[in-house]
């Protein structure tokens, strides 16, 4: 009898282990089986922009993920919640955390468990789990619009803040230069009326009587003064006259410039921050895709399927993704600022924008660049200005250190005097005559001593000098200008050369990362390989939104050396192109 009964005991113990691991396989594929009717929970009124699903494995089907926004600075408060683990036979002791919120500790997560799989449910997100940027969207007052590249332009032109100083500004110069020309060519007329003490009120009176009492009639003169005219000078005030003529155009040509500058910096700033919102969809996208591997990793390692590593490596990649998408979504909200600051809008308007760039290669030569530049360039024509200038003033200093006579004309002034006992009307030039003369003088000093030098040989060489310093100004401008040109040329070619390169390397990567994220599911690799996939997938797409902004970038460059406001047979207006069905 005890024979039997030993033998009987040694085979229940034989059989039970298979039975055991026949269960604990059933439990993990009903999990898995449920796992395709799971979601993994979000926020409601989330907005994605980026796909809504992964590429599904050969065996099983993956839990569609959705998009993953930033979660606030608790990172294990946001994460779904895992109910209580409820034990097969034997009560399980909790922890005090776990009695009153009933989310399991990380510890706890990943303690070893000798028992069969528990399930494992997401439980619905608190209010304390909202995500950061919805948090955002209901404290802040923002107020959004729809941007398009030519509304910002028009604006732009018609509202920027230097651009309307400017404009004031240049009412000044034409104030300015109206009194110069007027000064110059016309006799300087003067209009005067002066009038004697006239008695109005006694406040006080005395018993003595004034010596010269004031009148109770107005009195005085009303003279039109017709002045001095220069009708020969040996062209020195013609040459200062020509010299702010100049500066006068010069100031005209500037404000029409900054006109178009002001047009290639709206454009800028347009495509600038349309590059930034395609950066932030990016990482968006980044973290959504490495939020989902978190939360599956999470789950698995709660069933024994995943280990430490794989847990904490995910982990790392999903703070890693919040990271990069905090600094390209800052990046975009600035972006959105300066945008709003540059065509006074609101503050904190922000963008939505429905057009892309359109990548067009650079069509004109390098020769007609550099042709097109020498009669346009804004630098240059500068310094053409102002080395005709220092021309001008040396002529005028070595004429003025001759005994030239100066040729005028005294037009004398019409007088009508009136008061009590006097009303007549006088002309009279000089002395008390009407006689109009054209009259010579001479007034020249030669220094012995002093700032000047001997016979003025210090100003004269000053005048020189500075003839010398605008003239090697412009041959270095131009030197700088036509090497800055070529830089600027090579460049674009440069990076059309990288566009095309990664047009062809996106789709690459992009079947690099379904295939890897395939296997990754199935656990046919390693998740490093996955964390790399991603990482270059990613960085990848930011890294082609850069290249096509710097292109345009640098097409705008040429554009400003060149000094025009679009490229021959290239409008910059037409770059932005609207998004299919939007």
């Not at 003169?221 to 002045?227: D, N, V």
Request: glycine content about 4%.
């Amino acid at each position: 009898m005890t024979k039997n009964l030993l033998l009987y005991l040694i085979a229940i113990s034989l059989i039970a282990p298979k039975i055991t691991h026949a269960q604990d396989d059933d439990t993990i594929e009903t999990l898995e089986s449920g796992s395709e009717s799971s979601t993994i929970g979000a926020p409601e009124g989330e907005m994605s922009d980026g796909p809504q699903s992964l590429p599904a494995g050969e065996s099983a089907t993956p839990p569609t993920p959705q998009t993953e926004a930033i979660p606030s600075q608790n990172v294990d408060a946001m994460t779904d919640e895992v109910e209580k683990l409820e034990p097969v036979n034997a009560p399980e002791k909790t922890s005090p955390l776990q009695k009153k919120t009933g989310v399991v500790s990380e510890e706890e997560l990943l303690k070893p468990k000798n028992k069969p799989a528990p399930k494992v449910r997401a439980q619905k997100q608190t209010e304390t789990e909202i995500y950061v940027q919805e948090a955002d969207k209901y404290k802040l007052n923002d107020v959004y619009k729809n941007l398009q590249l030519n509304d910002v332009i028009e604006q732009g032109l018609r509202k920027n803040y230097d651009q309307n100083i400017r404009g004031q500004q240049q009412e000044l110069n034409e104030i300015a230069f109206s009194g110069t020309k007027s000064a110059f060519w016309l006799p300087e007329l003067k209009l005067s009326l002066t009038t004697d003490d006239q008695k109005i009120a006694t406040l006080r009176s005395s018993e003595r009587t004034p010596t010269n009492p004031h009148s109770t009639s107005p009195s005085g003169t009303l003279g039109l003064s017709l002045g001095d005219y220069t009708v020969f000078n040996w062209g020195k005030d013609y040459a200062i006259y020509l010299n702010k003529k100049g500066i006068y155009e010069r100031n005209t040509q500037i404000y029409n410039e900054s006109k178009r500058e002001l047009k290639l910096d709206l454009i800028n700033s347009y495509f600038t921050l349309m590059s930034s919102k395609n950066i932030e969809k990016i990482r968006q996208d980044q973290l959504r895709q490495s939020s989902f591997v978190y939360r599956l990793s999470k789950e698995k390692i709660t069933i024994g399927k995943t280990s430490k590593q794989d847990y904490y490596q995910a982990r790392s990649e999903y703070l890693k993704a919040q990271n990069e998408y905090h600094d390209a979504k800052i990046t975009s909200d600035q972006t959105d600022e300066s945008v709003a600051f540059q065509i006074a809008d609101p503050i904190g308007t922000k963008y939505v924008i429905n057009e892309t760039l359109d990548y067009r290669r650079l069509k004109i030569t390098l020769d007609e660049a550099l042709k097109i530049s020498e009669k346009n360039n804004p630098t240059l024509l500068t310094n053409k200005m102002l080395m005709e200038n220092a021309e001008r003033e040396y002529d005028v200093a070595l004429k003025e250190n001759m005994p030239l006579p100066k040729f005028s004309v005294n037009l004398g002034a019409y007088n009508k005097k009136f008061g009590p006992s006097t009303n007549t009307t006088r002309y009279e030039t000089y002395g008390g005559s009407g006689n109009v003369e054209l009259v010579a003088s001479i007034n020249t000093t030669w220094a012995i001593t002093g700032s000047d030098g001997f016979l003025n040989s210090n100003k004269l060489a000053t005048a020189r000098i500075g003839k010398e310093i605008s003239m090697k100004e412009f041959e270095k401008n131009t030197h700088y200008t036509q090497s800055f040109i070529r830089q600027t040329y090579k460049t674009i070619l440069s990076l059309q050369n990288q566009i095309v390169i990664l047009e062809a390397r996106l789709p690459s990567l992009q079947k690099t990362f379904d295939t890897i994220l395939d296997n990754y599911l199935n656990g046919r690799t390693k998740f490093y390989d996955f964390s790399l996939s991603l990482e270059d997938l990613s960085n990848t797409k930011v890294f082609y939104e850069q290249v096509k902004l710097q292109h345009l970038q640098q097409k705008l460059t040429l554009a400003r050396l060149m000094g025009v406001e679009d490229f021959p047979g290239e409008n910059f207006e037409l770059l932005a192109t609207r998004v299919k069905g939007k």
